[in-house]
């Protein structure tokens, strides 16, 4: 393969071209029968905002079994066992300057039985979001993070506006679902 580094849209990205249907595994993650996804990792793609599909591959093979993916990219394994330990391929087509190409990253999953107890929680959403509202209007924010596996019975989870608390302010209103 080739390697080099271009400029799209002021942007620097590293391009790596190879004739290979599934590029080398440079990374690898370990993940549990709980897993809070496997990211993409093409962000430079999808701020082009011209890609047209998105898919994962095992071991170069079209992925089968309950998956789902985000607008993003993000898998994530329904119920994750030792069968789904491999390597996996994200592949985003995207269209530019008239041409079609496939954006490719691979990753290695192995699998763990013992859970991860998380040290802080993980944001899965939102992950920078800005949400305008007009003064007098309502809006809907959704959060959703993984916890991990804890001692405690009880998790406090809570929003804040600029770092202050939301039941500082009387004129928004908290409900959870779990």
């Not at 990753?107 to 944001?123: E, M, Q, W, Y």
Request: aromatic share 8%; hydrophobic share 35%; glycine share 6%.
């Amino acid at each position: 393969g080739v390697t080099g580094v271009t400029r799209v849209t002021g942007e620097t990205i590293r391009l790596s071209v190879s004739s290979e249907k599934c590029p080398e595994v440079h990374e690898n993650k370990r993940i549990t029968a709980v897993n809070e996804g496997v990211p993409c990792k093409q962000t430079e793609i999808f701020n082009l905002k011209t890609t047209t599909n998105t898919r994962w591959m095992k071991e170069c093979k079209p992925l089968q079994g309950s998956i789902s993916i985000d607008e993003r990219g993000l898998m994530r394994l329904n119920g994750a066992s030792e069968s789904d330990a491999g390597n996996y391929t994200c592949m985003v087509d995207v269209t530019f300057n008239g041409r079609k190409f496939t954006a490719a990253r691979s990753i290695r999953l192995t699998f763990s039985k013992i859970p991860v107890v998380a040290d802080k929680p993980n944001v899965i959403y939102p992950q920078q979001e800005v949400v305008m509202v007009k003064e007098g209007m309502a809006a809907e924010l959704k959060c959703k993070a993984y916890i991990g596996l804890t001692e405690e019975n009880d998790t406090y989870m809570y929003w804040t506006v600029d770092n202050i608390s939301t039941e500082d302010f009387t004129q928004l209103n908290d409900s959870w679902v779990s």
